[in-house]
């Protein structure tokens, strides 16, 4: 807010979207690193230069579906936009603005299922049985635990310390 000489408060000053962009840039460079600070910049940019207002205060949910229908004109896919507009509304949300958008108002983003991606050899050849070269084995080896010989047999080493429940 603005005060005159008297103490008395004035019509709150208008933030510009020019200034607002600069407080989140500083912000988001001593958190992030520079590449993330760049592309905030162009995002932000790209933003105030496609929606054409010059205060904070002007900027409504009309305003966001404007950009989102620019980013669908230019043929971005609905992730590309769905990313774009959250950070636009991160943006937004750090200068106190609401949530703006609805839970439905995003574009939905759907996985591409691979097609064809295998032809027969590759499944031929991994159908095939897989050897493994065998360890080494002696007729004794060392028990780990209690530090006995015992034979190598497909039994695993007794246990003596080991109390039965009843």
């Given at each position: 807010?603005?005060?005159?000489?008297?103490?008395?408060?004035?019509?709150?000053?208008?933030?510009?979207?020019?200034?607002?962009?600069?407080?989140?840039?500083?912000?988001?460079?001593?958190?992030?690193?520079q590449r993330s600070m760049e592309r905030d910049?162009?995002?932000?940019?790209?933003?105030?230069?496609?929606?054409?207002?010059?205060?904070?205060?002007?900027?409504?949910?009309?305003?966001?579906?404007?950009?989102?229908?620019?980013?669908?004109?230019?043929?971005?896919?609905?992730?590309?936009?769905?990313?774009?507009?959250?950070?636009?509304?991160?943006?937004?949300?750090?200068?106190?603005?609401?949530?703006?958008?609805?839970?439905?108002?995003?574009?939905?983003?759907?996985?591409?299922?691979?097609?064809?991606?295998?032809?027969?050899?590759?499944?031929?050849?991994?159908?095939?049985?897989?050897?493994?070269?065998?360890?080494?084995?002696?007729?004794?080896?060392?028990?780990?635990?209690?530090?006995?010989?015992?034979?190598?047999?497909?039994?695993?080493?007794?246990?003596?310390?080991?109390?039965?429940?009843?």
């Open positions: 807010m603005v005060v005159n000489g008297k103490g008395q408060s004035k019509v709150p000053s208008r933030k510009t979207i020019a200034e607002a962009i600069q407080s989140y840039l500083r912000e988001v460079h001593t958190l992030r690193r910049k162009w995002l932000l940019d790209l933003f105030a230069s496609v929606i054409g207002k010059t205060y904070m205060n002007e900027v409504s949910r009309d305003t966001l579906f404007f950009s989102m229908a620019y980013l669908k004109n230019a043929d971005k896919s609905p992730k590309t936009i769905r990313c774009r507009l959250s950070t636009i509304e991160t943006f937004l949300k750090k200068q106190g603005f609401p949530k703006l958008l609805l839970q439905g108002d995003l574009p939905r983003v759907t996985k591409k299922l691979a097609k064809d991606c295998y032809t027969e050899a590759p499944i031929y050849r991994s159908s095939l049985p897989v050897e493994f070269p065998r360890a080494p084995t002696s007729p004794t080896t060392t028990n780990v635990r209690s530090g006995r010989n015992f034979k190598s047999t497909n039994h695993p080493p007794p246990f003596k310390n080991l109390k039965q429940r009843s």
